[in-house]
């Protein structure tokens, strides 16, 4: 198929440049000598799983257990739940997945979660490994560093059925962060109490094998961190609007990895004032205050326009888009733009070279 | 199952509340002496589509042709499609689905769109029944009211293997006025045009055997226009914060339908100044700039905090969530958040009665 073939609204991964941003992130986390669990949250595509891991990643990270079942059902090992398991028909999940894929982890944050899945796992006979979850300032999940993280650290070390490994601290507020000197200052001061815990934890004679965290914003940042030993970034395999702009080391622009996934759109309607494609917010993330941009194509600029619709406002009449013309975007935010497709279609040059399912899409569960 | 076994977050439909709107609806579109052929984008459930058929809809409308494709082979009939379709492969599609159902209507605005898929239709030996789509100041898309208007049903009407059926016109701008009397106001403005082209097409001898519009905001307002056949209203089968907002005609809220669309979602992570929930931006639509508001439960306000969190800041701490408590919320908007699930978990009181599948969830193509 060639990719003008494509129904539209669709999306699209340029081959090309995942793969080249796989190799550059695969030679980076070498060079540092740590390693890489990149965050599948982004994708949700078993296949994208299987290259990263291919391209030397240990496993991936899963926000949610439904994600992490339907990673462990397509082969991928080396799992790590990011988001506490709390509720109790999901920890039988939990135990049934660590059953099939024993190198599952998850972490963990409250004692009482802790006990549970302890018992869970005691009564299913398995073991669960464990990562204790540190807050270093996002406000999300996570114990609080120090004495709150030692004490949670101290309970799983207890728990017969369960194995602590290490730590996760996700510093999500730092990720975005403008310019890359603001954004390293800001990431090594959230991080330190992450380091600090980590002393603490060796200090007791608990395991640290592990300590995980970062995002793309942060991946040539947090790896200077001798403490931290694995990088979750998710969204550099096929970057968006939202991590272009925060800045490179050097530059104005993040470029250290390209721009690879697209939403293609056909123009539906034209009218003298405006240009009407058919793809609106089902077809790209809105929770961005930017709209998707077009690739390549000037002469408009894109506003949402309902579920359906995107309205191209002319800023060069002479260039005005016509009727059943397509025209590509980059989406502001990859992760929930994935999240919205069924299928993403692989594209080298103007060839569809395969059609891969985004098989974990809306398992948020 | 009972509701609390349901793994979270899930999308949960009050089937109670649901069948009241649907009642309600069609009590009132029959008073009016209209026809009700609700919009099919709210939810792109099959399940509910055939509800609101039984409770006396003509079919449904559907925003796309991939949704009108999956309508059909559930057995869907009475379908329109609301959006031109343009793209050479998906008027192929079309006419497919017009010889399996072949009183599926599209709309059409432009010249070279009718000519496209007369032929189409000529060379695959079908009809297609076609409404002329008239731009009541939606800014999205239709030809302009009168004589442009009047120009394309002549050239549909002279095309052999097309049948014209009437005029479509969404005032969408409408939908969301606050206030019954203003949104009466705009609404009869921008709809007057729509029945001044019915008046010149019935003077040209051309078909108006329809004339569709009309939203969920205006369904009581719409329906008073001598000239409009049938209301295209979607959101009142489970409404939403957006809709609930607007205000009846009387009262500030809009309560002449009943909020039956909730999510469902767990606490899976507590601290001092802050609770963590398992519902973020996979879970809600975000387009909306208010958020998710938890059902009869106080004491918190929910915040987005990533794809799969949701952050609640005590307002009452005295009455903070517990770990493992479950909360359902009303999302800000109901077809993107329809979007999101594959399913819908129909409840009655505890119980849940059935699943349904939101079969055309991501047909946007």
Chains 1, 2 share one sequence.
Not at 12 to 25: A, G, K
Not at 49 to 76: H, I, N, S, T
Not at 162 to 189: D, F, K, N, P
Not at 321 to 335: A, S, V
Request: glycine share 10%; proline share 5%.
């Amino acid at each position: 198929m060639h990719r003008d073939e494509i129904p539209t609204p669709a999306l699209l991964l340029d081959i090309d440049r995942f793969e080249r941003n796989l190799t550059r992130m695969a030679s980076h986390v070498r060079a540092a000598g740590k390693h890489l669990r990149p965050h599948a949250k982004t994708h949700r595509c078993p296949d994208i799983a299987k290259r990263q891991v291919a391209a030397g990643a240990l496993g991936v990270a899963c926000a949610k257990l439904g994600e992490a079942e339907v990673m462990a059902r397509a082969g991928v090992r080396g799992l790590l739940i990011t988001t506490e398991v709390v509720a109790p028909s999901a920890v039988r999940r939990l135990t049934r997945l660590a059953g099939e894929a024993p190198d599952t982890m998850v972490v963990i944050d409250h004692p009482d979660n802790v006990r549970a899945l302890a018992r869970a796992a005691a009564e299913d006979g398995v073991t669960l490994n464990v990562l204790v979850d540190v807050h270093v300032g996002a406000r999300r999940t996570g114990t609080e560093p120090g004495e709150p993280a030692l004490a949670i650290g101290r309970l799983a070390a207890e728990q017969r059925a369960l194995r602590l490994r290490g730590l996760q601290g996700y510093a999500g507020q730092c990720a975005h962060v403008m310019g890359w000197a603001a954004r390293r200052e800001a990431s090594h001061a959230s991080m330190a109490p992450l380091m600090d815990t980590r002393a603490r934890f060796e200090a007791a004679g608990l395991t640290v094998e592990i300590v995980a965290g970062g995002s793309t914003g942060t991946y040539n940042i947090d790896l200077e961190l001798p403490g931290l030993t694995e990088l979750q970034a998710g969204s550099y395999c096929v970057m968006d609007l939202d991590y272009r702009r925060i800045g490179g080391r050097t530059g104005e622009a993040m470029t250290d990895f390209e721009m690879a996934l697209t939403v293609v759109a056909t123009v539906v309607s034209v009218a003298a004032d405006r240009v009407m494609v058919d793809a609106g917010l089902k077809a790209f993330s809105t929770d961005k205050p930017f709209p998707p941009e077009a690739v390549e194509r000037a002469g408009f600029e894109y506003g949402f326009a309902g579920d359906e619709h995107g309205r191209l406002t002319l800023t060069d009449p002479a260039r005005a888009p016509k009727l059943g013309e397509r025209i590509e975007f980059f989406p502001p935010h990859c992760d929930p733009t994935f999240n919205l497709y069924d299928r993403v279609h692989v594209v080298r040059g103007t060839k569809v070279e395969a059609v891969w399912d985004i098989a974990a899409r809306g398992r948020s569960d």
